[in-house]
């Protein structure tokens, strides 16, 4: 019922920034998500980066906090991952994920029941 794609992968420069967008299109009674974002690095598990409730509250990794930052529009249409100072270790699929429930617990992927396709970022 709910399709999500992302968009927004780039090669950059080590230091640089990208901006990744994700977009959910489709049919679902819920009025507010939980959103969130992902990533997979060859050889890794899949780990979570940020998630986003309908009001704006936010939760992030470690991995991410104070350099990556996770943002929607007002019906959760869109969501958004700005990601400064990257570094070699981001490179991987970043995944936006989606799940019908109002709050977010946590960062497991076992809780979102939407994924998208994923785009690669390579940071070189």
């Known amino acids: 019922h709910v399709q999500l794609v992302e968009s927004g992968g780039a090669s950059v420069q080590a230091g640089g920034s990208l901006r990744l967008s994700c977009v959910r299109s489709?049919?679902?009674?819920?009025?507010?998500?939980?959103m969130g974002w992902f990533r997979q690095a060859p050889g890794k598990e899949r780990e979570g980066i940020a998630s986003i409730e309908r009001d704006g509250t936010a939760t992030y990794a470690d991995s991410a906090k104070g350099r990556f930052t996770i943002s929607q529009d007002d019906a959760q249409r869109t969501l958004y991952l700005q990601m400064n100072s990257l570094q070699l270790e981001d490179t991987a699929v970043y995944y936006c994920a989606a799940e019908s429930f109002p709050r977010c617990y946590g960062l497991s992927d076992r809780f979102f029941g939407y994924w998208g396709q994923g785009t690669q970022v390579t940071v070189s």
């Open positions: 489709g049919y679902d009674a819920s009025m507010s998500f939980c």
